[in-house]
């Protein structure tokens, strides 16, 4: 079964600093991959994505993302974070192929992103 | 510009009082899905349409509808909102169903 995995719930960095947050999934062939960022009270905002070809897939706002098959991870960089980053950040894997489950965005619990000054 | 909307983006309702959160959509997608998100979980999938095709999540609760009259407009009835339906109901969209989802900016509903 698809799974995501965002194991870590709740992350701290200063304006400035690097940032990764990590992304584990489960899926029987390759996935398309996504991370969404999410400002409270607000929707979610796609971020990036992966379907196939280059591993490193850049986003908006400066994000990045690369695919790692042998790891099965998806993990979400920025190399300076500012103030206005600070939100709540979901990875997500849909299911391709057929049925009724086709579509289905499978997301992780999220990681709440807190920026310091 | 092309967008997912919704309205209102504040609902208050009453124990027990059906409710309708509306969505629309300027994308032309013919995917549209409700979810359900509660405090600091992420957010829960109640059903979408695949263009008139409905698609019901197995544990989604009766009380909840939706109605697709045309491509760009979805809807989602509650009809007896209890105090655990108090939550954020967001709208997305895609073009396939194996694409990317574009998210309105939600409905945060408060039951009294």
């Known amino acids: 079964a698809q799974s995501v995995t965002q194991p870590d719930i709740h992350i701290t960095v200063s304006e400035g600093a690097s940032l990764e947050l990590r992304c584990n999934y489960s899926y029987g062939a390759t996935p398309y991959l996504f991370w969404y960022v999410q400002s409270p009270g607000q929707g979610l905002q796609l971020l990036l994505k992966y379907f196939s070809g280059d591993t490193l897939v850049q986003g908006i706002k400066g994000f990045e993302a690369e695919f790692k098959r042998s790891q099965s991870s998806f993990n979400l960089r920025k190399p300076s974070v500012h103030w206005s980053d600070a939100a709540e950040y979901f990875c997500?894997?849909?299911?391709?192929?057929?049925?009724?489950?086709?579509?289905?965005?499978?997301f992780g619990r999220g990681t709440q992103l807190t920026v310091w000054p | 510009d092309a967008m997912v909307i919704q309205n209102p983006r504040y609902q208050v309702t009453q124990f027990g009082k059906p409710v309708t959160l509306s969505c629309s959509q300027t994308l032309n997608h013919n995917v549209m899905y409700w979810y359900q998100q509660k405090s600091s979980q992420a957010p829960k999938l109640l059903f979408h349409?695949?263009?008139?095709?409905?698609?019901n999540e197995a544990d989604t609760p009766d009380n909840f509808q939706s109605r697709r009259p045309n491509t760009s407009f979805c809807f989602l009835d509650i009809r007896s909102p209890g105090l655990g339906d108090a939550a954020m109901y967001l709208c997305a969209t895609s073009r396939a169903k194996d694409g990317e989802q574009y998210f309105g900016p939600g409905t945060r509903l408060t039951v009294t």
């Open positions: 997500a894997v849909v299911h391709k192929g057929r049925g009724s489950t086709l579509g289905r965005l499978y």
């Open positions: 349409y695949y263009d008139k095709d409905f698609n």
